[in-house]
């Protein structure tokens, strides 16, 4: 397999033997160069749509906008395509590095949802949730691949998030999430106390030491994010339940994003729920939010009224 900086190395020297710009050259050497020190691959074979759908999340929350992302993406795609045409690498991985479009889509619930930077945000219903944690529980490694789920699901965790969790993340209720993105630690309370004592069991059952990875793959190595997605894949798969964005289904971001729109139902604010989550702006935990008009909502929002003392 070729290694990453190899492929880069030789990328810049087809670039040079283009006779291309200096400063075209330094351009695409600084994107690739984000893409790798962010992905942290050796192997160029090694990028899947996940790794590319990470890294665009990743952007996002840095502050790029759509355009941004878009011409990343680009950068990206020319480099992946001449290594295939040169046939360094002989997987198509450009055809991961799709551009975002700007749409809006209707969720089951029938609440429209458009983020800042236009991608549509999912919401796993209570069914599918229901359905999916069954499943999981079902197949092989069942109780480690519920856990799995449930820690994005209860706890708004990132993919990467959720396979470098150790035990000693975990104290007195408390969960620290140390290599968030943009380096940053943050600790909040766990809010699930059934799920919190479910895990704290399955670290004892399991012998896991206080540093070791709570999450590892059948293999017993630490779990990456490929596989993380085949299992949620394969969950949903088996449960009959679209996988996908490309095919309108579900992503493994998407239980961080259901996550967050149910503490925006339960009446959260948006400021507390981006301290739990790591959002750095509070327009990005915004694009979870849906309408909902319910008439507890209503209510809520008639007796703060009252006690603001305005008549």
């Not at 160069?33 to 090694?46: G, M, P, W």
């Not at 952007?59 to 878009?70: H, P, Y």
């Not at 017993?220 to 964005?245: C, E, H, V």
């Not at 301290?275 to 703060?304: C, D, F, P, W």
Request: glycine share 6%; hydrophobic share 35%; with cysteine.
């Amino acid at each position: 397999m070729l290694q990453f900086t190899e492929g880069i190395d030789e990328y810049k020297k087809c670039l040079a033997s283009d006779k291309a710009p200096e400063n075209t050259i330094r351009t695409h050497m600084s994107a690739i160069n984000r893409f790798h020190s962010q992905c942290q691959l050796d192997n160029i074979e090694d990028v899947t749509a996940a790794v590319i759908r990470d890294y665009k999340d990743y952007l996002s929350d840095n502050g790029a906008g759509g355009k941004s992302i878009n011409l990343y993406m680009s950068y990206l795609r020319s480099f992946f395509t001449r290594l295939r045409e040169d046939e360094y690498i002989n997987r198509d991985i450009a055809k991961f590095c799709r551009n975002y479009k700007t749409r809006v889509a209707e969720n089951e619930l029938g609440s429209r949802q458009k983020s800042y930077r236009g991608d549509v945000k999912k919401f796993i219903t209570k069914e599918h949730r229901k359905k999916m944690l069954a499943t999981a529980l079902a197949i092989k490694f069942g109780r480690r691949n519920v856990l799995l789920l449930e820690t994005a699901l209860y706890c708004g965790l990132r993919e990467s998030e959720v396979i470098n969790l150790r035990p000693c993340d975990i104290k007195d209720g408390f969960m620290t999430v140390v290599n968030s993105k943009r380096n940053k630690t943050r600790t909040f309370c766990v809010l699930d106390s059934t799920y919190l004592a479910n895990l704290l069991s399955y670290i004892e059952a399991n012998l896991i030491s206080e540093t070791d990875y709570i999450f590892k793959s059948k293999n017993g190595k630490k779990m990456t994010i490929q596989d993380y997605d085949w299992i949620f894949r394969n969950i949903l798969r088996i449960s009959n339940i679209p996988a996908g964005r490309d095919k309108g289904g579900y992503t493994t971001h998407d239980l961080r994003g259901t996550f967050i729109t149910c503490m925006f139902d339960a009446g959260m604010t948006a400021d507390d729920i981006a301290e739990i989550v790591g959002h750095s702006n509070v327009r990005q935990t915004m694009a979870y939010r849906r309408k909902n008009n319910s008439e507890e909502k209503l209510n809520r929002h008639k007796a703060i009224y009252r006690k603001a003392g305005m008549k």
